[in-house]
């Protein structure tokens, strides 16, 4: 168990350029979310998959933003015309398939500041 | 609407001494409750969880949290703090029946165990 990654750890990107995030989540694991947390704020929901079917995605999540999930193992969060309000920590977590009210496990996040 | 409160920004406890970070929560039906600690620059860290059961829940580092449902609250506590505590502590809710399984966060408490 190498536990959740994601990649790259920072980017720094200009106002207006694309950038697309990577997750990698615990191997066993079917169930798979994104979060933005922003300095002095928890965690925000962004959008959760159930293998390689995305079952919700929140209001936040603007015609910008994209996440797949094709083959039901590793995930990309992509944002196109990046603002500088776009600028946060991107978490992705993953959970176990049979739920028992299981724990979210959390990679290292992705860093993104919109310059 | 689901929601979390953590009534306190900051705690400031002395090494040695018993620590509770606090959490109210709202939800329509039964809940899953979570505490996860943050330390800077690192990803979230699942520390206990409340499911069903016992009230008093323990967790990873000497950590324990009460659920009470009459008061809708489930404060994080240690008996005695250690300075390497000190790190951002967030509670989080999601509701156990439904097909939501996003949690929903509190802003979070930044815990500082002094020397």
């Known amino acids: 168990d190498t536990g959740v990654s994601q990649d790259p750890r920072h980017k720094i990107t200009k106002r207006g350029q694309n950038v697309t995030f990577r997750c990698d989540p615990i191997s066993e694991h079917n169930r798979l979310y994104w979060y933005r947390q922003t300095l002095g704020q928890g965690p925000e929901f962004l959008t959760y998959f159930q293998n390689e079917a995305q079952l919700e995605k929140s209001r936040l999540l603007s015609d910008r933003f994209s996440a797949e999930r094709p083959k039901g193992s590793f995930s990309t969060l992509e944002i196109q015309r990046t603002e500088q309000g776009d600028s946060a920590m991107y978490l992705c977590?993953?959970?176990?398939?049979?739920?028992?009210?299981?724990?979210?496990?959390f990679g290292p996040g992705t860093r993104l500041t919109v310059t | 609407a689901q929601s979390v409160a953590q009534p306190e920004d900051q705690v400031n406890v002395a090494e040695g001494n018993p620590l509770t970070v606090k959490c109210t929560y709202s939800?329509?039906?039964?809940?899953?409750l979570f505490w996860y600690v943050q330390y800077p620059n690192r990803g979230l860290q699942f520390l206990l969880k409340y499911i069903t059961g016992d009230n008093l829940v323990k967790g990873s580092y000497g950590f324990e949290a009460e659920f009470n449902k009459s008061q809708t609250s489930f404060h994080l506590k240690k008996p005695s703090a250690l300075v390497s505590d000190s790190a951002l502590y967030f509670c989080?809710?999601?509701?156990?029946?439904?097909?939501?399984?996003?949690?929903?966060w509190g802003l979070g408490t930044s815990l500082a165990v002094n020397p």
């Open positions: 989080a809710v999601r509701e156990k029946t439904g097909n939501n399984r996003k949690l929903i």
């Open positions: 977590a993953s959970s176990p398939a049979r739920d028992l009210g299981h724990e979210q496990y």
């Open positions: 939800v329509s039906g039964n809940p899953y």
